[in-house]
């Protein structure tokens, strides 16, 4: 074993970040299969008309949220890349305990949703990143500029701002997604999620950060995109922005059922929500000042309580 792999093995360091996320995204889903095998186990009990189906649909989005911005940091990719350059010998050497790592992943890549697969649903859904349009559907335009009309309101009404404004913002984020899901999206999140977690255990592998020449899982994915000449990515801020985002969303699939009949104060100044919020608002401007320009923006949606932000806005 080189030096060089001895000082990665001693120091294995732990994509804490990411794995909290993707984590957390694995509590969303856990909660709606309980939800949806609860609801099997009822059978043909006739339940109020409710959001509820909504709600367990936007917890599972939420998890996808996630994804798509991972798949944007590149990490699914990477891992296939890898196997392949090993699969072909185009990369060579020890890779010790990650042999059968590599093995499961390469065994299992007809079986999984393919990239084109992959993009095609974050189209869908988020309108970004953008992949091979759906046949059943076009990429959600609109996505992105509801969700930061929905942060703005969040934090404005955190600061004494409009109630109403943060309840029709997270009104229009539900309607948005709910209409832009179809009914594969909880099957679909699972096989991602697991994808992911086999991606992260393969390329934090010390073996195989030790054959790149990589400290951190995130170096690995570095060194992968640069063997392939592509354009270094904002893997952080990705991650964070991915993060805030799905929080986001989670709160709003907790307030979903009730958002149209419920008193009182939809967003409290102590809510964790407003950190997410401020957090996904702040990472999407470093993403927007990164690429030199702000992606094209619909019409700002009309909401009572104030004017709507737009990615113009960002951009001042």
């Known amino acids: 074993m080189t030096s060089l792999a001895l000082a990665l093995e001693a120091r294995p360091p732990l994509p804490h970040g990411l794995i909290r996320a993707v984590d957390d995204a694995e509590r969303l889903l856990l909660a709606v299969h309980a939800h949806a095998t609860m609801l099997a186990e009822l059978g043909d009990i006739e339940l109020p008309p409710a959001a509820r189906a909504d709600a367990m649909q936007v917890r599972a989005i939420a998890s996808l949220y996630l994804a798509s911005t991972l798949e944007m940091a590149g990490l699914i990719q990477a891992a296939d890349d890898f196997t392949r350059l090993m699969r072909t010998g185009a990369l060579d050497g020890d890779i010790g305990d990650a042999a059968p790592a590599i093995e499961r992943f390469w065994q299992g890549r007809n079986q999984r949703p393919s990239e084109a697969e992959r993009l095609s ?97 995130w170096d690995a994915v570095g060194a992968i995109d640069r063997k392939f000449r592509r354009t270094p990515r904002p893997t952080l801020t990705l ?76 951009g001042s």
């Open 121 to 217: 649903l974050f189209g869908r859904l988020f309108g970004a990143p953008t992949g091979p349009e759906d046949a059943s559907a076009r990429a959600n335009g609109d996505f992105e500029e509801l969700l930061l009309n929905l942060c703005d309101a969040i934090m404005k009404a955190a600061d004494g701002g409009s109630q109403g404004r943060a309840r029709q913002a997270a009104i229009q984020v539900a309607e948005n997604v709910s209409g832009a899901a179809s009914g594969m999206v909880l099957m679909l999140a699972r096989q991602i999620l697991d994808t992911l977690s086999q991606a992260i255990a393969l390329l934090n592998n010390a073996q195989v950060r030790a054959l790149l020449h990589a400290r951190t899982l």
């Open 239 to 314: 991650l964070r922005r991915g993060r805030a985002g799905m929080a986001v969303l989670a709160w709003l699939a907790e307030h979903v059922d009730t958002i149209e009949t419920a008193g009182g104060n939809l967003v409290q100044a102590s809510d964790p929500v407003v950190d997410s919020a401020v957090d996904w608002v702040d990472e999407t401007l470093s993403i927007v000042r990164g690429q030199g320009s702000a992606p094209p923006a619909p019409n700002p949606p009309s909401a009572p309580g104030g004017a709507s932000t737009s990615w113009r806005d960002l």
